[in-house]
């Protein structure tokens, strides 16, 4: 079946620094991706998404490119804030399943000032 | 505004009682979806509702209910038989369930069984 992997955390981070959280995944078909984001005591909401293969999300400085090659959507930002401090979740939405999400683990993430 | 409700927040119940979560949503959407969130797991799949009057088992149905009578609430019931309840609960919706559209999440249960 569909699965997702992400990188170990809780991730720690000074104000400023770049920040990747990795995101590998194993599915039968050709999987849409998406970085979902939850703040302290809130649901999730959608950070962004690549629906094909070498497609590029961003939204809020956050990117992830879509590797088929690598089987991977690795999250990226060039400068973290410590208002970014939040669990991050990986997921994917296999075509033959309409809108049900697969998620990864998730990765805390702490930006300290 | 709209959105999706979910209430209450925090929920306390004893072991070996019935308990029912409310999710409303009025984005007017077709599908709606439960999860269980437990730390370091992620979001696991309990049930889900393509339309009014019909839903499918997700990945972890066991112990759980839900009905959906009208569009707009789909309730979670968690039973005696599920072993181990105390999480966080996410309800969520979506315009439809056929090809992907974006789900949107509502703030959380969080179920406490003493």
């Known amino acids: 079946g569909d699965s997702v992997t992400q990188m170990e955390g809780p991730v720690t981070l000074s104000e400023e620094a770049f920040l990747t959280i990795n995101c590998t995944y194993t599915?039968?078909?050709?999987?849409?991706l998406f970085w979902y984001v939850q703040y302290p005591g809130e649901g999730l909401q959608l950070l962004l998404k690549?629906?094909?293969?070498?497609d590029k999300g961003s939204n809020k400085g956050f990117e992830a490119t879509y590797r088929k090659e690598t089987t991977s959507f690795h999250l990226e930002k060039g400068s973290v804030q410590v208002s970014d401090s939040a669990v991050y979740f990986c997921?994917?939405?296999?075509?033959?399943?309409?809108?049900?999400?697969?998620f990864g683990e998730g990765t805390q993430l702490t930006v300290n000032p | 505004d709209g959105g999706i409700t979910q209430s209450p927040k925090y929920l306390f119940r004893k072991e070996g009682q019935n308990v029912t979560l409310s999710c409303e949503q009025n984005?007017?959407?077709?599908?709606m979806y439960w999860y269980r969130q437990d730390p370091g797991q992620g979001l696991r799949l309990i049930y889900y509702?393509?339309?009014?009057?019909?839903?499918q088992k997700g990945d972890i149905a066991e112990g759980y209910s839900v009905s959906r009578e009208k569009k707009e609430s789909f309730p979670l019931t968690v039973t005696s038989a599920q072993k181990n309840p105390t999480a966080f609960y996410l309800c969520a919706s979506s315009i439809s369930s056929v090809n992907y559209n974006e789900q949107f999440f509502g703030p959380g249960t969080r179920l406490t069984v003493l």
């Open positions: 509702s393509q339309i009014v009057n019909d839903f």
């Open positions: 690549a629906t094909k293969a070498d």
């Open positions: 997921a994917l939405s296999d075509p033959t399943s309409g809108s049900r999400l697969t």
């Open positions: 984005l007017n959407h077709d599908a």
């Open positions: 599915a039968t078909g050709y999987p849409s």
